[in-house]
């Protein structure tokens, strides 16, 4: 079964730039997504199709696919930016998702 | 705006059938581009797609999941339905229901707020 590897965890200080790397094989192939989540919330959608944006998601917010990464970029990281980060993908009529990236902003 | 709400028992026993129930609102579940599912997330730990239905019939279903799940689609009550039989502690999770996006990946772009589920005796 395909897998996406995220690394568990990145830090980063306010104001800086927090890049989160998802992995996959020939995943530049396929449609990242990337979702959100904040405790007790619902995930929230930040971006699609590898670089779009949905309607209301702040434009600090950027996503890159190539090869074999997806990328999600925050730039000016703000301290409402800390949550855990997943990514997604559809292979194989399934969804699958990244293992979540536990952002930290300090 | 789209809306879904998930609903059911908050407390099932080791190998009964959980059943919850999404109902949506503003937006027909039957406008083609969309597939309707579920996605879970155990306590602690990531989340765990568990498949999805079209208003067509269509189903897509998680491999590690699929014998024990059945998704249902009611287009006369805009109601997304969840099924997974023979329940263990394991399937103790928050089960979320989400809109996916058909052919582009199959992003989810709204979810339910979430209901949690304990497998409990």
Known sequence: ?106 | QVRLQESGPGLVKPSETLSLNCSVSGGSISRSGYYWGWIRQPPGKGLEWIGIMSYSGSTYYNPSLKSRVTISVDTSKNLVSLKLSSVTAADTAVYYCARHADGSGNYQDYWGQGTLVTVSS
């Not at chain 1, 568990?8 to 094989?25: F, K, Y």
């Not at chain 1, 929230?44 to 990464?69: A, H």
Request: glycine share 10%; charged share 15%.
């Open chain 1, 1 to 106: 079964s395909y897998e996406l590897t995220q690394p568990p965890s990145v830090s980063v200080s306010p104001g800086q730039t927090a890049s989160i790397t998802c992995s996959g094989d020939k995943l530049g192939n396929k449609y990242a997504s990337w979702y959100q989540h904040q405790p007790g919330q619902s995930p929230v959608l930040v971006i699609y199709q590898d670089i779009k944006r949905p309607s209301g998601i702040p434009e600090r917010f950027s996503g890159s696919n190539s090869g074999n990464t997806a990328t999600l970029t925050i730039s000016g990281t703000q301290a409402m930016d800390e949550a855990d980060y997943y990514c997604q993908a559809w292979d194989s009529s399934t969804v699958v998702f990244g293992g979540g990236t536990k952002l930290t902003v300090l």
